[in-house]
C-alpha cells in the first residue's frame, strides 16, 4: 500500500485547508485510517481516524468541532477537511492506513504535508 498526501500549505488563523491521501496498491486489505500530525519537538499525535465504511470516526479534543474526517473507497481517497484552523495546527501532517491480511496486520504512512497556519 502506497500512500499520498496533498492539499497543505500556508493559511491564516481562521482559515481552512482540505487534505487528501490517496492510496493505492493492495487497497482491498486498509480497515481503519487516520490522519496523524507532528509539531516540531513533540510528538507524533492521533488527529481523527475513520473505520473502513466511515462509520465511525474518532476526533482529538482539540480539533472536535472544527475538523472533519471522510473517505471515499470507490476512490481509495480520504480527506480532512481542516476549518477554523489555528496556529496550534501547524504540523506535519500524516496519513495513515491499518491494513490487515489474513493473520498479518501492518500500519502504513505517507510521507507527510506540511500545514503552516499564520497568525
Known amino acids: 500500500v502506497q500512500l499520498v498526501e496533498s492539499g497543505g500549505g500556508l493559511v491564516q488563523a481562521g482559515g481552512s485547508l482540505r487534505l487528501s491521501c490517496a492510496a493505492s496498491?493492495?487497497?482491498?486489505?486498509?480497515?481503519?485510517m487516520g490522519w496523524y500530525r507532528q509539531a516540531p519537538g513533540k510528538p507524533r499525535e492521533l488527529v481523527a481516524d475513520i473505520t473502513k465504511g466511515g462509520g465511525r470516526t474518532n476526533y482529538a479534543d482539540s480539533v472536535k468541532g472544527r475538523f472533519a474526517i471522510s473517505r471515499d473507497n470507490a476512490k481509495n481517497t480520504m480527506y480532512l477537511q481542516m476549518n477554523s484552523l489555528k496556529s496550534e495546527d501547524t504540523a506535519v501532517y500524516y496519513c495513515n492506513a491499518h491494513s490487515v491480511a489474513g493473520p498479518w496486520d501492518y500500519d502504513y504512512w505517507g510521507q507527510g504535508i506540511q500545514v503552516t497556519v499564520s497568525s
Open positions: 496498491g493492495s487497497t482491498f486489505t486498509i480497515n481503519t
